[in-house]
Each structure stands twice: as C-alpha cells, then as structure tokens.
C-alpha cells in the first residue's frame, strides 16, 4: 500500500514537472518574438479596460449632453475638460462609448470563437476519423461556404436572420466554422494511423473515447492559432455588420456601429470617426501579433534550435 502512495506521488510530481516545463518552453518561444508580447500586453489592458468599464468611464455611454454637440478633443481649440476625447453628434462622451465598445468587441470576439471552435472542431472530427461518403458530404457543404466572400455570406445570413448583435454573432461563426473543419480534420488524418491512436483502438477504445481524449488533445495546436486569429476576423466582421447597420444597432456603444453613426460628419468632426476606426485596428493588431507568437511557440517546425 506504502509502495502504490510512493508511485501515485512520484508520478504526479513528474507530470507537474512536465508541465511546468512545457509552459516555461512554450514562454521561452513566444517571448522571442517581440511583437507577440507587446500585442499580449495590448490586449490584456484591452481585457483590463472591458472589466473596469464602469469604474474608470469618465460618464455613461449614452448619456447626452444637448449643450454639447460635436466637442472637439481636449487639445484643440473649443475643447472641453469633461470630454477628453470630444463628443458625438448627439453630446455623448467619445471616451466613455470606446471604453464600453470594449467591452462589445471582446464579447463578440469570444462567442464567436466558442461558437466556431466547438461546431468546427466537432464537425472536423467526425470527417477525419469517419472518412468515406460522411467526410466527402461535410467537406463538400465547408467548400460551399468557403466559396463565398465572408462578408458576404455574413450579411445574406443577417439578411435572414434578422439585423442585431446575437444574429450578426451566429452569422459570423459560420462563416468561419470551415476553417476549423478542415483544419481539424486534417490534424485528425494525419494522427489517427500513429501508433498511440492504434495502440487505443486495440485496448477497445470507444470511437468517441478516440476522437476526444486521445487524438484531440493531439490536434489543439493548430486549432489554438486559428482561434486567435480568427478572434480578430470575428472582432473586424462585426465592426463591417454594425457599420452597414446589420450588427449591433444604434444607441449600443459598439465600434463598428460609432463608425456608422458618425459618416455624415466624417468632414467637420474628424474625431467621431479616427478614434473607433483606431480603436479597431489597435485590437486587431494586437491580437494578430499574439497570434503569430502562438503559432511560433506551439508549432515545433518553427522552433529555433
């Protein structure tokens, strides 16, 4: 009994060691790459701003000032101190409706991730272990999807659906489901003849038993990189629906549908629109860059030696 309770410790020290090791070389390979870090950096302020919204928001975000319409910036001449980054078109403070769009963008971006990443790789998984008519069925419905521009398909979806923030989410998911289909099923194809994969079969491992706990763990590398970029495609979608007026509908203090309410005064108010268009590309940026530290420290042919 000593002699289990000695194995038992010994083998959870060593996995905790292994762990440890992993997260400290998956660290070393994502640090090299300079830009990864400061996008990691960005975007966890991004995630800090979204949480403390409420507390760190100089006013609410649709709260109106009628005495002050269209407020340049603090610096420029005629701005005032209440509203660091101006006013919009109806007295709202700039500043307070980017620090709440945050919030929007994340949200958005996290669903949409959750959304695709479990229909796809689901779906992935079951072409790439089921093969023949099942695999050439689902790959044939992906290549119809895939065949149309992204926007595109995202709008008709929208179209049907109904205009709204929920709608625009589900729209966008689709659309980028296909990448992690064929990105799991190719993962799928290429470990299920391993010798771990067949080792498991003989023992009589249930298919779904395979599928889930021994070749998906195998296959989240690729699929984790995909994630995150796909975060920043989904954060970009949902800014074009809210500026074509088929996202998050106006007084919602999302980036995209600012853009919107802001065109008609693109020329005498140039602040209403340069901030959320920077705000977007600040995050899409910063998340890219993530995603291409992800890809270097998780994928071994790009490890340095």
Known sequence: MTYITETETKLKKTKRETRKRMLSEFWFYFSENRGAVIGLWIFLALVLIAILAPLIAPHAPNEQYRDALLVPPVWEEGGDWRFLLGTDPVG??????????????????????????????SIGLIAGYYRGAVDTIIMRIMDVILAFPSLLLALVLVAILGPGLLNAMIAIAIVLQPHFVRLTRASVMNEINREYVISAKVAGASPFYLMTRTILPNCLGPVTVQATLSFSNAILDAAALGFLGMGAQPPTPEWGTMLAEAREFILRAWWVVTFPGLAILITVLAINLMGDGLRDALDPKLKRS
């Open 92 to 121: 709202r403070d700039m500043l307070s409706r980017l620090i709440y769009g945050a919030q929007f963008s994340l949200f958005i971006g996290v669903v949409v991730v959750t959304l695709a990443v479990s229909g796809g790789v």
